[in-house]
């Protein structure tokens, strides 16, 4: 069966530079996949190898000569979208001409415009980001919401535990996958108010296998399948998470550079060799490298790529986006909830 | 002029087999300092070695058989928490027999019997938990509230700000500190209220070299000299930039002893001789080799070790105590705030 997906080619610290080889890619492994190209056409043919026509005609570009740049406010994005090659391929999704859409744009705006553009799920307060954490034993942990909602009740954290369950059992393959809820652990002040009482509601649900709280040192330790959080922690933990990762990275690889004098070559060579699987275990933390988020609870699949995507990210994250849409995530959550 | 501390010799993962040799090289270091040791008298006995007289003269141990462990809840901490070794320490500030009290134990039970046993300077709404955070430039940052307040309105806020302020001017010499308050980027819905109401009242006061938000991922780049957060994005913030840390040393420590087959004794040698250095600096962001946390706000200095600080570091908290003490910051906080 084909399926069509809109692409905002503008979007992210590279644009077409880097989403019109991951979309070729993409293209290359699925073939009855179709895209629908957003931005502008120029810039987005600069990029576009000689291709073959296999591939060319399942590609349609959309010029549009207007973007919407990351650094601009979420208010003036909204206000200005119209014609955006990030609203028009929203837009696609809205109109039903692609199921689900990508971008590696502005997140406000993102998330703003699909709230707008997209139907939330009958029953669904708030739809909520969601991303898949990488784990130390090289697992995942599926954690949200990571910024769309900065204040939540403690049904809506509920909603995201029942939407964050449904997300693990088809995205990790889980069965029955373990739900927290992020909190600190000092105890008397043993969290806000809304958390406690999302503890009780999920305490109550037999279809949930809660387990508890969890720390923000447990994050990547693979103790849950599911952590929960408002948006603003959820955002808090996921930015210091990968910012301390990428930090150490950075010191490591600075480091290594530094070598001694009497180091020679062959020696520089085995170094590296040896250090080589180090850095890709460690790689799986630097966020550039991750598939980016979904905004969970909309009647479409949205797939947000991290702004700082290289080609192979952005391709990770349409392929996230081309699952969600063979597993019918949204149609799940729906039955579910129902 | 002498000076007198009281320390929990239970608290900690270790108790006395950290606390005693800890006590012991600070003692040798400050010869005009005294220690009241609160703890069980054997145990402290164990780990006290044959010392000189100059040294033993300036401790007195005061046996208690009653302790609060790390993990018992703190509401029953509170309630059985007479004649522990953390209640006694910190009685003994009350009553004027120390200036400082120290413990590697219960957080929540520290804080907890802090605020109800030290009177708050007047004018503090609420003491905060402070902390030295390392920077990936070696130097470091004042981070509060890192837990003591899980809600906090804007002129709390204010207040951490202002003492973190004076915190860091006193702790890392620093003159007109850059304050910032810790957020979450995505704009239309950028933070709290409270955040934003704080965000108005530190523009306004030209004493407070006030710089704006800053978000998770920024934490160790030294952006700015005190982060101002409530307590529980605090708490999260630095247990999941401690997690993480701790969980990426831990992976390259593991990784580091799979050495091939043909790797020599010899080649072993150079290759950690090579690492060190990079060992070294990560060292800085295992949360067990830190000073640990201050209630800021109090009459008296009140500081808390990591539960599984070793000696060094149970050493260093005692340092901090000693320097507090000496530069007066309780008083200057309460200088600067009437």
């Not at 994005?77 to 689900?100: D, F, P």
């Amino acid at each position: 069966m084909s399926l069509t997906i809109a692409l905002d080619m503008m979007g992210g610290d590279f644009g077409p530079r880097i989403t019109v080889p991951a979309a070729i890619q993409v293209l290359e492994k699925y073939p009855t996949l179709r895209f629908l190209f957003f931005g502008d056409h120029n810039a987005i043919q600069q990029y576009l190898p000689q291709i073959d026509k296999s591939l060319s005609q399942r590609i349609i570009v959309h010029h549009c000569d207007r973007q919407i740049f990351s650094d601009t406010a979420i208010t003036q994005a909204l206000r200005y979208s119209k014609g955006t090659s990030l609203r028009l391929a929203i837009e696609a999704v809205q109109k039903n001409s692609a199921v689900a859409c990508v971008s590696a744009g502005n997140t406000g705006a993102l998330m703003g415009l699909s709230k707008i553009l997209i139907q939330p799920l009958p029953g669904i307060q708030r739809p909520a980001l969601v991303s898949l954490l990488p784990t130390m034993n090289g697992l995942h942990s599926v954690m949200l919401d990571l910024g769309a909602n900065i204040e939540t009740n403690a049904e809506q954290l509920y909603q995201f535990a029942r939407m964050g369950a449904i997300f693990a059992e088809n995205m990790l393959d889980l069965v029955y996958p373990r739900v927290s809820l992020l909190n600190i652990g000092i105890e008397a002040i043993k969290g806000l108010p809304a958390i406690r009482e999302a503890a009780t509601l999920l305490e109550k649900d037999i279809n949930i296998n809660y387990i508890g709280f969890i720390e923000g040192d447990q994050l990547l330790n693979h103790y849950a399948d599911v952590i929960v959080s408002d948006g603003f922690n959820g955002n808090i933990a996921l930015k210091t998470l990968e910012g301390t990762a990428k930090n150490i990275i950075q010191l490591l690889k600075q480091n290594q550079s530094t070598h001694p004098i009497w180091c020679t070559n062959w020696f520089k060579q085995i170094l590296r060799h040896m250090l080589k699987e180090k850095y890709q275990q460690l790689q799986s933390f630097n966020p550039d490298k991750h598939s980016g988020a979904s905004l969970l609870g909309l009647q479409s699949v949205i797939v947000k790529s991290h702004g700082s995507s290289n080609s192979n990210a952005f391709a990770t994250a349409i392929e996230h986006a081309i699952t969600q849409v063979n597993k019918n995530i949204p149609e799940k959550i729906l039955n579910e909830l129902r």
